[in-house]
């Protein structure tokens, strides 16, 4: 055995070595690599898209807007160019699925916190309720980041058109009540090109994991 050992084990050892790099690259190949859909009004629920849209099967991307934010100043596209952001729809004092949506988009900004290429953008859809001080106390109790994260307010009609019409997230509310939304658990996910990513449930952990890993990919694009 030694012998044999000895005159073939060169050949064995490169054999080994050759037959593991084969492998690897034979199961590189074979892997799926990852991939995000792009989101367009066609391919979500029509409940949370507004119905002049709800055909739209390509080349949807969130329309340019302008709000302000919890300082008082105002927040457009620009501010948000080049970026990676989340997006959610929620209002200062609920009680039910908020405070969960608000820790978890949290640890968002803490995961992403040394990356300047991701923001979040929250929109309250009680305008007439949470004006800007509201917001300010809001972000101060939450340990919002100013630089990397918005909670803006504005003109109702705006923030209903950008809810149904962009992020393709937010139930319309009672249809005798012009611009009356409800808003749901979904956080939406946008690319440097404006294009919805994807949808994520905010109270859920398994989603943030998902949210996270997205954000990761499309940080490396």
């Given at each position: 055995m030694s012998r044999f050992l000895k005159k073939y084990g060169?050949?064995?050892g490169i054999f080994v070595v050759f037959s593991i790099v084969v492998l690897s690259l034979f199961y590189s190949a074979?892997?799926?690599?990852?991939?995000?859909?792009?989101?367009?009004?066609?391919?979500v629920n029509p409940e949370l898209v507004d119905s002049t849209i709800q055909y739209k099967s390509k080349y949807h991307t969130i329309a340019d807007f302008s709000f302000t934010n919890q300082n008082g100043k105002t927040i457009t596209q620009k501010d948000y160019e080049g970026k990676i952001y989340v997006a959610d729809f929620f209002f200062t004092t609920c009680a039910?699925?908020?405070?969960?949506m608000t820790t978890n988009l949290s640890e968002i900004q803490t995961a992403f916190a040394n990356n300047p290429k991701v923001k979040l953008l929250s929109h309250t859809v009680f305008p007439e309720t949470d004006n800007v001080a509201v917001l300010k106390a809001y972000a101060k109790k939450h340990n919002v980041d100013d630089s990397q994260w918005n909670l803006v307010t504005g003109d109702k009609k705006e923030i209903y058109a950008m809810a149904r019409k962009s992020y393709l997230a937010v139930k319309m509310g009672k249809p005798e009540e012009l611009y009356d939304m409800v808003?749901?658990?979904n956080f939406v996910l946008v690319d440097t090109k404006k294009r919805v990513r994807g949808f994520y449930d905010g109270t859920n952990k398994e989603d943030m994991k998902r949210l996270i890993e997205d954000i990761t990919f499309l940080s490396n694009q």
């Open positions: 060169l050949f064995l074979l892997k799926p690599k990852k991939t995000l859909p792009i989101y367009n009004p066609a391919d039910t699925i908020c405070p969960k808003h749901t658990e």
